[in-house]
T-cell receptor, first 116, second 116 residues
Framework: AQKVTQAQTEISVVEKEDVTLDCVYE???????LFWYKQPPSGELVFLIR??????QNEISGRYSWNFQKSTSSFNFTITASQVVDSAVYFC?????????????FGSGTRLLVRP | DVKVTQSSRYLVKRTGEKVFLECVQD?????MFWYRQDPGLGLRLIYF???????EKGDIPEGYSVSREKKERFSLILESASTNQTSMYLC???????????????FGDGTRLSIL
């Protein structure tokens, strides 16, 4: 069965701290895709990154970085030098190649609060 | 930039009413989706459509129907609204899967629906 677990319900940090959001997934498919989305207080989900199961290279985009480890079925997201504007709910999601619905299976989200 | 527009940000309806939630995308995407978002549950797929006049049930279709008469528009219908349908509803669209990957979904701002 497919499942995405974000065990951290809420994280609070002080500005400029580094913070890592955890994501663990379950799938029986050998080809799958992992995503991270950000949901600021305004409500819309903003796409951050997509990673396919054959590409285990870590990725860095500015202050954001992602660590994909198939061995532990994890796709963790780190924000370096956090800022108040990073405050949002972050969702990790899974999509399986064999699923004809293309649906995203979401974790329950992690609320990040960055305090000034 | 992809633009997914949902007709209302906030909506209040009464039990038993027929409710229409509208979604329009401007990027000629083939796939469109309706999710509902509830605290602690993440996003759950209600219905999706991969072409005009085509629709498929998601994980929680009971009490809902959809309509896709035009490629850019995907409507969610609550046939007889009930209080347990009070939720945040999110529409999304994506390109059809290509040879290499499932495409990311792009989301609207959401409609916060209250059923009294």
């Amino acid at each position: 069965a497919q499942k995405v677990t974000q065990a951290q319900t809420e994280i609070s940090v002080v500005e400029k701290e580094d913070v890592t959001l955890d994501c663990v997934y379950e799938t029986r498919d050998t080809t799958y895709y992992l995503f991270w989305y950000k949901q600021p207080p305004s409500g819309e989900l903003v796409f951050l990154i997509r990673r396919n199961s054959f590409d285990e290279q870590n990725e860095i985009s500015g202050r954001y970085s992602w660590n994909f480890q198939k061995s532990t079925s994890s796709f963790n997201f780190t924000i370096t030098a956090s800022q108040v504007v990073d405050s949002a709910v972050y969702f990790c999601a899974l999509s399986e190649a064999l699923d004809s619905s293309y649906k995203l299976i979401f974790g329950s989200g992690t609320r990040l609060l960055v305090r000034p | 930039d992809v633009k997914v527009t949902q007709s209302s940000r906030y909506l209040v309806k009464r039990t038993g009413e027929k409710v229409f939630l509208e979604c329009v995308q401007d990027m000629d995407h083939e796939n469109m989706f309706w999710y509902r978002q509830d605290p602690g549950l993440g996003l759950r797929l209600i219905y999706f459509s991969y072409d005009v006049k085509m629709k498929e049930k998601g994980d929680i279709p009971e009490g809902y129907s959809v309509s896709r008469e035009k490629k850019e528009r995907f409507s969610l219908i609550l046939e007889s609204a009930s209080t347990n349908q009070t939720s945040m509803y999110l529409c999304a669209s994506s390109q059809r899967r290509d040879s290499y990957s499932n495409q990311p979904q792009h989301f609207g701002d959401g409609t916060r629906l209250s059923i009294l």
